[in-house]
């Protein structure tokens, strides 16, 4: 059975040593001394080794059973979601007004990955709750902050998001959910909605659903969605619960992974709603939960690579076979361990470097979210934005691709369910398509974000990376292995940018065409800078003398080797895109 | 439920447009004429459309099952077996004396795919059988052969391969099984096998097991393995079947795919054996079943590759989903057809132009060895057999990537099992592991198959691209959009060969840290290659003015989009091949 044990040490690093969270003016981040977070991260750790990467192949085996309109989640979920109630697992950064412990963002996010990797299918069912009540935090009025938070920031009530109808996943605007006012502030909403993450379960006293539908008589299209709150028990004016709601689950979807989480499809008859926000404002208000959601999903793709790894690590330790071409290294043994081999350790430093890069990104990205929301700033606000998509498109690309090379060092004890590798690919397969599918993450980045208020969220990044560079040339041991080939990188991204502006006015499929390359190009140059930033801060702490030197020289030499041998895709990236639409758009449908 | 349809234009393009086999001078190929190929491959593809693929998803909801000692195959596999028995397409390219209908390699492989297409946990049955019966045919007494080769020409009895222990998959000098000389030309073996494809079912009267064991008192490791034959049943001296044999199937692995497949724990108890050609020469014998296997692994890729793909597309045509962004396309429906976005068509393009490249690839490889065999001819032999794990590795690693983007088509839907789309992924996946891990084919490339002969047939390869791009560079239809980008792709690929020899012979780890990027540029360069020679078939048949001009464009376009989008490749992997040992070999094993 696989097992996990939780990077606290590299997290520590991330936000003390590169991050330097505690000299940051965010409000609250200076209360994360390292002698707080330390301790928090344990805690988190140990739960998720003890507690929720054992259940994770249970709930793989079992998956969910509806049964008489209940569904039964696996063996150990139950009590499991008892013990991360108890914790206070649940409510790191909710407000403390609703009961929640008020950490920054960045905290959530450490601990979050943690959860993620021990645990995928069952850390959603939180997540969602999570996403659900910061979208009635942003948009709802005082009375449903105070009937909903407190039960949902300890997960007594949990959360779903519903958007997907079986006509309609990308394209929202065909909609066919109803939601029919009752004259009493409340509306009828009647519908079907399809892949309910969370949808039902045996796991909370109340499933609270925030649910897009359409109000008769409103705008066509995208313009005329409106949210709801369509809790599964009505909740009385004292806060008790009321009757069952007119909203059942009427199937639970067979997938590929994520077996422990019920993928509902949720049936809406005549349900009692609330109206979230405004009317027709709905995309708005469930924007707050998606955006939330695509940072959760993009930290999924971090998750399930690093426990795949850290599995594929200890096997390639463990597991004896053949012999070191250039002397043997296990004399005593039958055979050598596979980790002498170079191709072992090609697919293991792919892993590693994109493991260690992907979590000082996820972990900036969460300190620009902390910067944006609480000092009230516009540029860091504009950046995440940008970012969002590479975050999830990218960090769940190659998640992904990461599970598949943990489980090829397995061999066919890979490809067997027993030894656990099967499930993290399977697992991680299902992040690169919701909260949008990673094409459509692509085509917001390309054709929303860059040019968001002028192009100048881009040119930002582009200024941070330069300033980054001008800043630290001085030091030879940053400038050749590190500064210039992101220096190089920096530059493909900009050339692709110039191409899109260029050529994407005249033609949008010019720059369309180029979307996922661009989107992935990014990704590589946010890694590249994040592998930057920890060479200069390990070199720092190997300067100052501090202990563990072999903790910091290999920093250095895993980050040497991702911009040696994963930086330089940026030039295929830039090809492929300056190649522009045709080789794209010729063929006609009927052709293919 | 998805479907299939085998592409019997695309196969007759390569075989009669590209390779003209009609005018080639291996025996046999005279009789390949169009209208003898084309008649053959529609009945093929009829009983894969209409018997194996709507059996495929039944057999992976299914799966195998061990019952008593006995292993039942999914609902409707032993009719659909008696069907393809009953046809013939058992026998395709055995000999004649054999029973079989002595057709060229190259028609078996061009069955081959499309029945790995339909099913391919199906097909691994009389796959197996098929390289057993080869390596009986190569290594086999005359006494031997007439007592197998018939009933296994016919599939009324299947064969296994059996090589890998608990302990050993890879590194089989590590074997423990033993195989004891009785005295009168038997042994008995006795030892536990594991991941035995087909290792025991109900759709044969016999199965013929060929296991390598070592004889006590041989050689220490590799050189200390014998093959022997097996069988399920002993075979009396009247062909009739005898007494049950000390082999059994003590566990069905469960998997992550091939569901329909049985894949066994075999457990030999004194079980009698007759040797397989020469003692301690096992892995010579079990060489000709594994080259076998590699190549119809390889194929596997390209299958699995091509069903995912003509799904998507039927998907991509008939699903609305959002409008194209430069004009309507559907104005009469709610959206356009998802094929309208230009991301989708590239994820498409990715799918079709590795799968027609990669069919090219395929029976070009199977001419080889054709011409090897009919004509005795060492070159071709010495240049399939450095193929071969470029087949293996690289038509795996890319089918398996183009099922996930064929998956990632359908979004939400390609998730969940009812779709299918999951199952194509999950089954492709084992193609990069079995038969040799695809880390052990690039070890197999770089280590031994690049210097045989002393590099004779690398030259050989070089030679022969060369050749190709100075007859045909007078023609400005192909040297700007095919010829120059294969020159460049080939130089790459000349350059790290040169690195390699250069670094390889001071520090082998320089040469194998690159191993994997070179069996990948290597499997671009072939692509690029077989695209250069389908552009010029399709120019010329456009020349002579055939019919069909669609057809014909659209391979000009799908091969400009590989040349210009995927072709690129190659320099990154120099890039990563050029940066030599340090990067992958500088970290301690404790510092993973």
Redesign the interface.
């Known amino acids: 059975m696989p097992s996990y044990t939780a990077p606290v040490k590299d997290t520590q690093f991330v936000l003390h040593d590169v991050l330097a969270v505690t000299a940051s003016d965010i409000p609250g981040y200076a209360d994360l001394e390292a002698d707080f977070t330390g301790p928090v991260l344990e805690e988190a750790g140990k739960i998720c080794s003890e507690v929720l990467s054992p259940l994770n192949p249970v709930g793989d085996r079992e998956g969910c059973r509806l049964e008489n309109g209940v569904v039964r989640t696996p063996t150990g979920f139950k009590d499991a979601f008892d013990r991360v109630r108890d914790g206070g697992w649940t409510a790191l950064d909710m407000p403390e007004e609703f009961g929640g412990q008020g950490l920054p963002h960045v905290m959530g996010t450490a601990v979050g990955e943690y959860f993620s990797a021990a645990n995928q299918a069952f850390t959603m069912y939180q997540g969602l709750t999570h996403g659900a009540a910061s979208a009635i935090l942003a948009h709802g009025t005082q009375a449903q902050k105070d009937t909903y938070l407190p039960k949902m920031t300890s997960c007594d009530w949990t959360g779903t998001m519903n958007l ?1 109808e079986p ?5 929202l605007g ?1 909609m066919r959910t109803r939601a029919v006012p009752q004259g009493d502030g409340s509306y009828h909403v009647t519908g079907q909605k ?2 309910i993450s969370a949808g039902e379960h045996d796991m909370a006293d109340n499933i609270i659903h925030l649910v897009l539908a359409k109000i008769p008589g409103g705008p066509e299209g995208i313009k005329g969605v409106s949210l709801f709150i369509v809790p599964k028990f009505i909740v009385n004016a004292d806060g008790s619960l009321g009757a069952r709601n007119g909203v059942s689950c009427g199937k639970i ?5 994520i077996h422990g989480n019920s ?1 509902c499809v949720m049936n809406y008859d005549d349900a009692v709603g609330y109206l979230l926000g405004e009317e027709h404002k709905g995309m708005r208000a469930m924007f707050t939960m998606m955006n939330e959601a695509r940072l959760g999903v993009g930290m999924q793709g971090l998750a399930q690579a690093d426990v795949a790894y850290q599995n594929a ?1 200890a096997y ?2 463990d597991r ?3 012999r070191d ?2 002397g043997t290294k296990n004399p005593n043994g ?2 050598d ?1 596979l ?11 792919d892993q ?1 470097s994109f493991v260690e890069g992907a979590r000082a990104f996820m972990l900036w990205g969460a300190s620009l979210i902390d910067r944006a929301q609480r000092n009230d700033d516009a540029a860091a606000d504009g950046l995440i934005s940008l970012m969002t998509p590479v975050i999830k498109g990218f960090l769940t690309d190659e998640g ?1 691709d990461m599970t ?1 090379r943990a ?2 060092v397995y ?2 004890h ?5 030894w656990g590798m ?1 499930q993290f ?2 697992d991680a ?2 992040a ?3 909260e949008g ?3 459509v993450q ?2 917001d980045l390309v ?1 929303r974000k860059l040019a968001q208020d002028g192009g100048r969220h881009v040119m930002a990044f582009f200024e941070m990376v330069k300033t980054f560079i001008k800043d630290n040339e001085d030091d030879a041991r940053l400038k050749k292995d590190f500064l210039d080939p992101l220096k190089a990188a920096s530059k493909d991204l900009q050339t692709a940018g110039m191409f899109f502006m260029q050529n994407g006015m005249k ?3 010019a720059a ?2 180029g ?2 390359d661009f989107m992935h190009l990014f990704g590589h140059v946010c890694l590249g800078l994040m592998w930057a930033r920890m060479a200069k801060a390990a070199l720092a702490a190997l300067d100052a003398g501090k202990p563990d030197v ?1 903790f910091y ?2 920093k250095l ?2 980050g ?2 991702y911009m ?2 994963r930086l ?2 940026t ?2 990236h830039l ?2 895109i300056n ?1 522009g ?1 045709a ?10």
């Open positions: 997907t006509h309609c996943g990308t394209d065909l399809i892949f979807e067979e997938k590929m992974g993928t690590v390639a330790k004896l076979q053949g071409v250039t039958p055979a361990p980790i002498v081999h170079p191709d072992i350790r090609r697919a293991l430093l590693k992904y598949v489980q090829q061999g066919g890979g490809y067997i369910e027993e099967s690919t399977r397969r299902i690169m398509i919701y599918a990673n094409g692509a085509l054709g033609n949008p499929n369309l065409s979307s996922y072999a020289e290999t030499a895993t040497r080797y040696t041998r330089p895709a030039a295929l090809a492929r190649s639409a080789p794209v758009m010729t063929l006609e449908a009927a052709n293919f």
